[in-house]
């Protein structure tokens, strides 16, 4: 029997990434470098940065259709009501750029979308809740599996989707490339 299990949903689409790359970099071209985040720009503080969520029906679709997707794996019933994506944001993270660990609290499920992905590009890297008191930590192990690994590291590419449950701690370790563009989102379901 298995108990407390996460899924993380994975789906791709590298046309719509190609096309929201211009866009993206222009987005960002306008936003002022900000110390909270070091070794990239991002538009998470920006309010006044105009999303491309708001402009790109094809993405709009595209994180619904995989959201709707999510939910019917995982057994939610959300009926007829369409996800909310509430908020939006593009960031580009440059070389030793890295995110410590983090949820995305006042959401029910998180997602990033890889617009273009250099070589050498950070995985992102999602943690088991016991993690930091992981009483296995040291053991040895004959296998890495779903029941003894503390992390699964997900190395990710250009059109690649990533849906989540918004509690999921992750993190991104030192990138090593000079970008790693991505749009994030959070989604809120009707109850």
């Not at 299990?5 to 190609?18: D, T």
């Not at 996800?83 to 006042?106: Q, R």
Request: aromatic fraction near 14%; hydrophobic fraction near 35%.
């Amino acid at each position: 029997m298995e108990v407390f299990s996460n899924y993380i949903h994975i789906s791709h689409n590298p046309e719509i990434a190609s096309a929201l790359y211009d866009e993206c970099k222009s987005i960002l071209d306008r936003v002022n470098l900000d110390e909270k985040y070091l070794y990239g720009k991002t538009s998470y503080f920006d309010s006044g940065a105009k999303s491309i969520i708001e402009d790109s029906q094809l993405l709009r679709e595209f994180i619904i259709k995989n959201v709707v997707e999510y939910c019917q794996i995982v057994g939610l019933d959300i009926g007829q009501s369409k996800p909310n994506i509430t908020d939006f944001w593009i960031s580009d993270m440059y070389k030793h750029g890295h995110h410590d660990f983090h949820t995305h609290n006042m959401s029910h499920i998180s997602g990033t979308f890889y617009i273009r992905v250099e070589e050498n590009s950070s995985p992102i890297v999602f943690w088991g809740n016991d993690f930091a008191s992981d009483p296995w930590w040291n053991l040895k192990k004959s296998s890495f599996n779903r029941f003894n690994a503390a992390c699964w590291k997900i190395p990710v590419k250009d059109g690649m989707l990533l849906l989540w449950k918004s509690n999921i701690i992750h993190s991104v370790p030192p990138n090593e490339s000079c970008s790693r563009l991505a749009a994030s989102f959070n989604i809120l379901l009707e109850c």
